[in-house]
């Protein structure tokens, strides 16, 4: 079992930028793949990004890339994604999740982003 435990949101203006904290405990967190998901009012679920269990290799969709980064401290058990540049559209609830076995599991309980224009 994993919990995952997600923060950082917030009201931030068009340009700004926010860091989110996904705290994790119940397994050893060194040893899975992280990924950061979000989804927006009347919106499916979307994939942001991952990054390996080492924090050498990271993988972003489109709309973010170049503009969020995540990261990963094994020590503290916690993954970072760094926001910037933000846009109105990138207003959604954000989500961390384990990936285990293929797929993400595990779940947070999510942060809200709100972007004004």
């Known amino acids: 079992q994993v919990q995952l435990v997600e923060s950082g949101g917030g009201l931030v203006q068009a340009g700004g930028s926010l860091r989110l904290s996904c705290a994790a405990s119940g397994r050893t967190f060194s040893s899975y793949i992280m990924g950061w998901f979000r989804q927006a009012p009347g919106k499916e679920r979307e994939f942001v990004g991952r990054i390996n269990e080492n924090g050498g290799s990271t993988l972003y969709a489109d709309p973010v890339k170049g503009r969020f980064t995540i990261s990963r401290d094994n020590a503290k058990n916690t993954v970072y994604l760094q926001m910037n540049s933000l846009k109105p559209e990138d207003t959604a609830v954000y989500s961390c999740?384990?990936?285990?076995?293929?797929?993400?599991?595990?779940w947070g309980q999510g942060t809200q982003v709100t972007v004004s224009s």
């Open positions: 999740a384990v990936k285990i076995g293929g797929s993400y599991r595990y």
